[in-house]
């Protein structure tokens, strides 16, 4: 909470020091195991008699059994899930009893499972797919598909309020409306598949964390699954135009003004605008456009007085940079594929990062684009690899990616995960195309065949 009394709150130099730690913790040298946590995001879509969509499944509904009361009837009825937890003051989750994880849910009612951490990608694709079909299952009983896409392109944005009534949500809604119309719809209307993965080692990780960054827009390009105003990413789209004070890239890292991970990062946090402001009491309020935490750490402010470290803390949750670190990195720009891709994309971004040859390839042929970063970002978005030069890019860092998958561990990528990979790159990144070719194709001769497609299904009818 903050506090009035301006010596109690944070300095300036605590807040760049502890913004940096908080991010990238002291790293040990020696043995590092490397893991994985995956956390894939879905559409829960009604589909008519004919497959067509029909709606969004809200969250609640007092009609027919919502998002929530499907999901309760299968923690009733299994072993697999547990009860809702949460309330008027948190957000729901559900806890998967087999270690796989846990459910939570989008704004907009997308349905999210964060993986547990696995020790592999085999393991954690593995588990991916044995929650995911007992999830479509569950909602295939109500004419309800789990759709996988970046972007719900089957309905129009104002059709799906956002449906959290928890504090922090509804004024982070408030806030970026203040910005314009890109946060409600990467809010309700977008789906991702993030990508978690650990730091390693002192000096590893720092080079794991450039890495990550420089490949982030071959990511968008290469996977990305939202077409919509000749867009192949609506959703990049939509990131990089809600609030570019905390999304983005780290402006010390495209300057190449630091190379330091942690000032890369404490600046970025303490130039990032306050999103929200937690009052006594559980009251929350919406920030101003235009008042960063630096700006709070200088100058206060007059209803909300100074920040402490628990605002610092919280601030930092509200950043989302196209790479987080959290004590790990969560790779954001990755969008949510069918069950044909999904696996290519997990195998591709992981090997790259975590191969040693592979990593210091990509660094090699990256970096003198490090300054570059949004603009190849927003290229990404735009184009996706019909780019000439982000097709080029990404053919050769994800083959690079390839040949470290099949140089890591026996059974740590899984041979299944390997051919995935191989299979997008001859058939998709080799031919210029990204999944939103595809899904943009179908959906032009009919939401039904678009729709099968997202949600892994044959079309129906």
Known sequence: MPTDDRRQALSR????????????PERGGGPHRDRIGLEPEFFPIRRDPDGRPAGRLPLRSD????????????????????????????????????????????PGGQVEHSTTVYPTVREALDGGRRVLGLLRHAFAAHDVVL???????????????????????????????????????MMRHTASLQINLDLG????????????????????????CSPGDGWASSRGRA????????????????????????????????????????GAEGTWDPGSPGFSFGQWLADGHPRHGWPTRADLDYHLTTLFFEVRPRGFLELRAGEQ????????????????????????AIVERMAPHTARLPE???????????????????????????????????????????????????????????????????????????????ASQPPTG
């Open 13 to 24: 130099d605590e807040a760049r020091a502890r913004a940096g730690l908080i991010a990238f």
């Open 63 to 106: 009609s027919t059994p919502g998002v929530l009361g499907i999901v309760d009837e299968l923690a009733s009825s299994t072993r697999e899930v547990g009860s809702r937890q949460g309330g008027p003051v948190g957000p729901w989750e559900y806890p998967l009893l087999r270690g796989d994880g846990r459910l939570t849910f989008e």
């Open 147 to 185: 759709a996988a896409a970046g972007i719900d392109v089957w309905h129009d944005i104002e059709t799906v309020p956002q449906q959290l009534p928890f504090g922090r949500y509804t004024a982070q809604a408030a806030y970026y409306d203040r910005r314009g119309t890109a946060g409600r719809i």
């Open 201 to 224: 080692p002192e000096g590893v990780w720092q080079e794991r964390w450039l890495a990550a960054n420089l490949i982030s827009p071959l990511i968008t390009a290469s996977f990305a």
């Open 239 to 278: 990131w990089q135009e809600l609030d570019p004070s905390r999304s983005g890239f780290p402006q010390l890292l495209v300057a190449g003004g630091a190379d330091d991970p942690r000032q890369q990062l404490a600046e970025a946090a303490l130039a990032a605008d306050v999103m929200l402001f937690r």
């Open 337 to 360: 594929l069918p069950d044909c891709w999904r696996a290519a994309q997990v195998v591709l971004v992981s090997s790259a990062i975590y191969d040693d040859v592979a990593r210091r």
């Open 376 to 454: 190849l970002w927003r290229r990404a978005a735009e184009h996706g690899v019909a780019d000439a030069e982000l097709r080029e890019l990404a053919a050769a860092s994800w083959h690079d990616a390839v040949r470290g998958a099949e140089r890591l561990p026996g059974g740590w990528v899984g041979a299944d995960g390997l051919a995935c990979a191989r299979r997008f790159l001859d058939q998709v990144t080799g031919r210029g195309l990204a999944p939103a070719d595809r899904l943009r194709e179908l959906h032009t001769e009919d939401p039904a065949r678009s729709l099968a497609w997202a």
